[in-house]
């Protein structure tokens, strides 16, 4: 007669194993989706961090471009500033400083290239923080021509150019 009894809370603590079970597996299914959104979400994120920024971006927020690449192409330049700088045209009236690194400057040199407003140029460099003292150095240093330094457009940052090809 025991044995009777036995045999069907055996079944029912089965039942009730089988639907712990289960119910461990879907909340184990739950929490891998969630960890899979966040991976999924960080990965976007690191993308969009290693992406070059372009014109657009320096328009929106260009603090927040310091020390990232900047890749513009076919952007007009507003002012040449002198052999070694000159202004970019971000928008209608939005000036953008550029400093040119040793070797750009050495190949506009050596194919007679001169950069003037209203060229027509790609630029890929990187972003620093510009302030009044970086502008005299650009002045004192021969990048930006005698008397130019006041055409130094104001900006909170500036593009160190490492490459430049004019169209």
Known sequence: MSNKGEGGLGVILSIVALAAVGGF??????????????????????????RDLDASDLLANAQGAV??????????????????????????DVAYPVLLAPDPIQLLRMTNTTIYGGDSIAVWGQVYTFNDSIAAVW???GAVQEGMGELIPSSPTFLLADSVHVH
């Not at 597996?25 to 290693?50: F, G, V």
């Not at 900047?70 to 209608?92: C, N, S, W, Y």
Request: hydrophobic content about 50%; charged content about 20%.
């Open 139 to 141: 002045v004192e240093s």
């Open 67 to 92: 020390s990232r690449r900047v890749t513009i192409e076919g952007i007009r330049v507003a002012t040449g500033l002198g052999q070694g700088a000159f202004a970019l045209q971000l928008a209608p």
């Open 25 to 50: 597996m879907y909340w184990l299914s739950l929490q891998s989706r969630d960890i899979e959104q966040s991976r999924a979400d960080a990965a976007a994120a690191e993308i969009a961090a290693a």
